[in-house]
């Protein structure tokens, strides 16, 4: 079983200030297979970045996300106010076959 | 227009039983496969299980399974979750979601509380 680990579990920051989260697996994955999820209180969850490094319909191009093999990233490059909410990551893997979310990073203003 | 529209909230008691629905428009409900995911209270979230609504084949995640039943009926465009037997741990919010290339589709969630 494959286990996901977000870091940090908090980020403390200032609107236009540059976040960088990580999501780390424990053994090597498939680039198509990282997405990146961000939920705001209240509402579920919208996809924001899927195959590592694509930004879904909508998404800002302030959200980035990249990396490889078990260290990847989603880059925030200016904060703005609506972004200091949760972000997970997520991995589509097929042993077992299903789906497993990172445990979260919440980004707060500093 | 996509829509999820999910049914309404639910107070039930420990060993009872539940199903909530899922009701799919504005797509063809066959071309994806549905997902469930569970949000305990101030917690992450949690993979459940997917459907492909075309004929009802099943994957769920090996900590569900044999507790939660994953249905749909394409007759009437609509996915299942449900329970035989509630728990207490078992209060969440449940979303349906489904993913189609870059655009994913999420229902407004469904809260279950299970108390004595």
């Known amino acids: 079983e494959i286990v996901l680990t977000q870091s940090p579990g908090t980020l403390s920051l200032s609107p236009g200030d540059r976040a960088t989260l990580s999501c780390r697996t424990s053994q090597s994955v498939r680039s198509s297979n990282l997405a990146w999820y961000q939920q705001r209180p209240g509402q579920a969850p919208r996809l924001l970045i899927y195959?590592?490094?694509i930004r879904a319909t909508g998404i800002p191009d302030r959200f980035s996300g990249g990396g490889s093999g078990t260290d990847f990233t989603l880059t925030i490059s200016r904060l703005e106010p609506e972004d200091f909410v949760v972000y997970y990551c997520?991995?589509?893997?097929?042993?077992?076959?299903?789906?497993?979310f990172g445990q979260g990073t919440k980004v707060e203003i500093k | 227009e996509v829509q999820l529209v999910q049914s309404g909230a639910e107070v039930k008691k420990p060993g009872e039983s539940l199903r909530i629905s899922c009701q799919a428009s504005?797509?063809?409900?066959?071309?994806?496969?549905i997902h469930w995911v569970r949000q305990m209270p101030g917690k992450g979230l949690d993979w459940m299980g997917r459907?492909?609504?075309?004929?009802?084949?099943?994957n769920y995640n090996p900590s569900f399974q044999g507790h939660v039943t994953i249905s749909a009926d394409k007759s009437i465009n609509t996915a299942y979750l449900q329970w035989s037997s509630l728990k207490a741990s078992d209060t969440a919010m449940y979303y349906c979601?489904?993913?189609?290339?870059?655009?994913?589709?999420w229902g407004l969630g469904t809260q279950v509380i299970v108390s004595s």
């Open positions: 504005g797509y063809s409900f066959t071309s994806h496969w």
């Open positions: 997520q991995l589509y893997h097929t042993s077992p076959l299903g789906y497993t």
């Open positions: 979601t489904f993913t189609s290339g870059s655009y994913d589709y």
């Open positions: 195959e590592t490094s």
């Open positions: 459907i492909d609504p075309s004929d009802s084949y099943t």
